[in-house]
């Protein structure tokens, strides 16, 4: 008997839309991906988008205004399983390399003016699980679309919890045969940052920024206090940490720190 399809919507907030152009560039197997569920809503894909009951939902981008904060509640009411696809959706991404610092209000009406928006409730950026709860999370800027499709397979037959790769950027640089940047003296961010890029960015001579999130237990004390020792200051580290990753350094760097 054939498993019934399920319902399946893609959604997207403040972002490049580059995790869901990512699937539909998969051009050999967007077609298989719409005929193994009923995709609901996918607006960058499809016109005929419905606000229904899901069993999977996808939000892509980070929460940037009250009215984001509505709508990703509205998705997570009506939604059994609620998938952040992304770092801007899981960590907050770039326009969050600032969270939790003093002067968000300054540094926005620097960029927008104190009238700019008239149909939104600006806020600072926050990854989608301050305001809702996230059964699972796909990193990448933009996602891997490999790892994609993996997860897909898995949630389509009813396994919730794939397991993507727990091990550092490191270990695809040394399969590669490639020079240990760091040991170049460059800010690389290889042994902090989750592998699934193919260390794509060390393989051009290229340092990791970490767009593919931080991989579990990374030993950021380690890496802060091996870069102090070849010279860069405090405020780069602290930048290049955060740049594609606000939240999922906050803590880490509080403890460094002290504060952020």
């Known amino acids: 008997m054939d498993r019934e399809k399920l319902n399946v919507g893609l ?3 403040t972002g490049c839309n ?28 499809k016109s005929d988008n419905e ?3 899901l ?8 929460v940037s205004n009250q ?11 009506r939604t059994k399983f609620l998938v952040a696809l992304g770092n801007c959706a899981c960590t907050g991404g770039v326009q969050a390399m600032m969270l939790g610092a003093k002067g968000w209000d300054k540094r926005f009406r620097q960029v927008y003016g104190d009238h700019f928006f008239s149909n ?8 989608i699980d301050v305001f809702v709860e996230v059964d699972y999370k796909i990193p990448g800027c933009p996602v891997n679309p490999e790892q994609v499709l993996y997860c897909l397979a898995h949630f389509l037959r009813g396994d919730k919890k794939p397991t993507l790769p727990d ?6 640089c040394r399969w590669k045969e490639n020079d240990c940047l760091l040991l170049k003296g460059i800010l690389c961010l290889g042994p902090l940052t989750a592998s699934g890029c193919g260390a794509i960015c060390p393989s051009h001579n290229l340092p990791c920024m970490g767009c593919q999130g931080p991989v579990d237990e990374a030993n950021v004390s380690s890496e802060f206090n091996l870069l102090k020792e070849k010279g860069f200051t405090t405020e780069e580290i602290k930048r290049r940490f955060r740049i594609h990753n606000g939240s999922g350094m906050m803590e880490p760097l509080k403890k460094i720190l002290g504060v952020l």
């Open 67 to 77: 009215e984001q904060a509505e709508h990703v509640k509205h998705i997570r009411e």
């Open 18 to 45: 580059g995790d869901q152009l990512t699937i539909i560039h998969s051009e050999d197997r967007i077609l298989d991906f719409f005929g193994s569920a009923n995709i609901k809503s996918f607006s960058l894909a």
């Open 167 to 172: 091990f550092p950027v490191c270990a695809e």
């Open 11 to 13: 959604y997207g907030l």
């Open 51 to 53: 606000d229904t009951e």
């Open 120 to 127: 939104r409730t600006p806020i600072e950026s926050k990854p």
């Open 55 to 62: 069993d999977i939902a996808f939000v892509e981008g980070s």
